[in-house]
């Protein structure tokens, strides 16, 4: 599994970032953070075709004795169910794991976070097979879009204008809230996300509170 993370070089990054956090020596300012509701299918799409035999073998390799309990969550008995969820599995995982995040940030900070899931998918003959691809939200945060050939078409502008309002607010008072746009509330005790794009409103960071309590002791290490 290919995986981001700083470099702890005992200078720029002197510790790992959780334990930095956690005393409460970090920068403390606000933080604005995501993702999209395609993000992993990267920019090239799935290379391989998730099937129920497949869905079912990961699982198992990844989860363990918690396996049963994952696959009661997200059933695949066809191909077309194993699809499904395997974008909602990963989805909601990415999700809760913000969400935890944020929370466990909250505990040594005085800002606030505010994280989004964006849902819109840029027009084009690719638009069915990516999605909202990773990186898609950009030429909309930044309007930008007529530096682009694809067809955008009114709602695509509406929308560029909305996030780029967002994210201007942010960068100047480090709250995206502004009139005319719709309330997105910094991250709370309620595990929400706020979804931009097409329904712009707070939506549960999981299916369902089953799934996010299984997700939520799958990433919280237990205490030694």
Known sequence: MMRFSPI????LVPAPAREIV?????NDVPMLTGANTGELGGLTGSQTPTTAATFVTRARQRYG?????????????????????????????????IYLWAV??????????FTYLWDHAL????AARFGAFHSSEVPYVLNTLYMSDRPFVEIDHKIAEMMSSYWANFATTGDPNGKGLPRWDPVGDTPVVMEVGDRNLAVPCAGDDAKFA??????IAPAR
């Open 8 to 11: 702890i070089d005992g200078v």
């Open 22 to 26: 956690a005393q409460g020596r970090h």
């Open 65 to 97: 004795a918690t396996a049963d309990e994952f696959l009661k969550l997200y059933p695949a008995d066809t191909d077309e169910q194993a699809a499904a969820a395997q974008a909602q599995s990963s989805r909601d995982q990415a999700l809760v794991s």
């Open 104 to 113: 466990e940030r909250a505990k040594t900070s005085k800002t606030k976070t």
């Open 123 to 126: 027009p084009g003959p690719d």
């Open 214 to 219: 299984f997700f939520k002791r799958l990433l």
